[in-house]
């Protein structure tokens, strides 16, 4: 079974899917926020054990740029899917140079008005001429903000999803976890099976809160 991360949150909470349209990408540009408060968002990604010494970047015209130095090799950000949405994440030092680094350039040529199409062709073309690269071990993000403001199909405010862990392991599949048939929180949930982003989402109990320091 080959599931995106947006298929998979389909299948489990269905009200709560976020969708990725090409309008997104192409027509309307994530509105910027109060600086302290993307801040904050992107810290609440992860405990304070991990997020407290990371690097944070925040939304400004043309892309990401830092915002606080960090001095652990985590990288914080609020992902934008969607112009409204606030995603939340956290990358340890080898997510951060790999995955992360793909995402801040989709995040740029969006800046740019490509089209979502244009946008995966040229990280395509990047991934395989060695601008980037993939997670030589296992990667980590953390997903677990209280404060993620998501948006279904629709367009409609749907509020927040669980919080998770997602595992990247490049080309692993469901089945090489034993894992068959429709995902379920009560196991571990492999998206991108067996693709060059595929990771391993793992709920967890409990959100971190954004607090402002």
Not at 47 to 74: F, I
Not at 142 to 170: A, C, D
Request: aromatic share 6%; glycine share 8%; net charge negative.
């Amino acid at each position: 079974m080959k599931i995106g991360v947006m298929g998979v949150i389909a299948l489990l909470a269905p009200s709560t899917a976020i969708a990725q349209s090409d309008t997104a990408y192409s027509t309307q540009l994530p509105p910027l926020i109060d600086e302290a408060r993307e801040i904050a968002l992107a810290r609440s990604a992860a405990p304070d054990a991990v997020s407290a010494e990371a690097t944070v970047l925040v939304l400004r015209r043309g892309g990401y740029a830092v915002a606080v130095e960090g001095t652990n090799g985590v990288t914080c950000y609020v992902s934008r899917s969607r112009p409204e949405s606030l995603e939340p994440h956290c990358f340890d030092q080898e997510g951060s140079e790999t995955i992360l680094a793909m995402q801040l350039r989709r995040a740029e040529l969006r800046e740019q008005a490509k089209s979502r199409e244009d946008i995966e062709q040229t990280l395509a073309r990047e991934l395989a001429d060695g601008t980037f690269r993939l997670p030589s071990r296992p990667a980590m993000s953390y997903m677990m903000s209280g404060g993620q403001v998501l948006y279904n199909e629709e367009g409609q405010h749907v509020g927040k999803w669980r919080p998770h862990l997602m595992i990247y392991v490049p080309f692993i599949t469901s089945e090489q976890l034993g894992l068959y048939g429709a995902p379920s929180t009560e196991a571990a949930i492999v998206v991108d099976s067996g693709k060059p982003t595929a990771n391993i989402m793992v709920v967890v109990e409990s959100f971190v809160e954004p607090t402002t320091r």
